[in-house]
């Protein structure tokens, strides 16, 4: 289970995330949408640490960690938290001098030390399931958008997370490619992978989510099944924002 208590999330004077409760149960998906600036890709970041939230506290997998403005959390727990999770950015962020299959076995072996042989059998496993095994011996610069998202995808599966984190995996793709990469999320929510998106594909955000929440401002506006949120939104901000994804949408 996930549980996030008052969160607290400022950069200088601006507070960026501002008492933010969530509570995500294993195998399930939390989908997060709202206008840019919302604070949706902070939230997502302080879910492995990449921001460290100045007030609140965050559960994981058994694994509780508070903070507040004075105390530091220190590195080997920063480290054994993240170990928990698995990232997928906007960018892919391969590395770029390693091939396909070098790319999922790097974080077994020098994170979880696995020989190179189990990392590599896992690997293949991993490149299967996101239908690139046959792309195992190329180099990122060969693959397409989508592909390179898809090896990020096996990349953060190979560490074995207990929650897969997605930044918007689909914005810096070419809308013709986005749907290969969305199949293999929602194929991933059928098999039961804890997962957090945040995302601005609301179709695909309504058949993935099992709990979505709309934020604005640092604070969550709606939340509920995609039922709930997309279409009884309780808030009349929160049906403005929604009206106008529609007209866009149209």
């Known amino acids: 289970m996930i549980e996030i208590l008052d969160l607290h999330k400022s950069f200088g004077a601006l507070e960026v995330l501002r008492g933010i409760n969530v509570k995500l149960e294993h195998g ?3 989908v997060i949408i709202g206008p840019s600036g919302s604070g949706k890709t902070t ?10 939230p100045d007030r609140g506290s965050i559960e994981l997998g058994g694994m509780k960690l508070s903070f507040t403005d004075s105390k530091t959390i220190s590195q080997h727990n920063v480290v054994s938290f993240r170990k928990k999770t698995g990232m997928v950015f906007q960018s892919y962020n391969l590395f770029p001098h390693m091939t396909v299959l070098g790319n999922v076995m790097e974080g077994q072996i020098t994170v979880q030390k696995r020989s190179k042989e189990d990392a590599r059998k896992r690997a293949l496993v991993l490149l299967e399931k996101v239908g690139l095994v046959d ?3 190329s180099y990122p610069h060969q ?3 989508g592909q390179q998202q898809r090896v990020a995808i096996a990349r953060a599966m190979a560490v074995e997370p207990e929650v897969l984190l997605f930044d918007e995996p689909t914005s810096a793709l070419d809308p013709e490619l986005v749907g290969e ?4 999320i929602k194929q991933l929510a059928t098999e039961g992978m804890t997962m957090v998106i945040v995302t601005h594909e609301m179709k695909f955000a309504a058949d993935v989510a099992d709990t979505m929440i709309l934020m604005e401002y640092g604070h969550i506006l709606e939340e509920g099944t995609p039922d709930d949120v ?21």
């Open 230 to 250: 997309l279409k009884h939104p309780k808030s009349k901000r929160a049906q403005q924002f929604l009206n106008r994804l529609s007209g866009e949408e149209d």
């Open 43 to 52: 939230l997502l970041r302080c879910f492995n640490l990449l921001e460290v």
């Open 135 to 137: 792309k195992a011996a």
């Open 181 to 184: 990469v969305l199949k293999v």
């Open 28 to 30: 399930k998906v939390l």
């Open 143 to 145: 693959l397409s958008g």
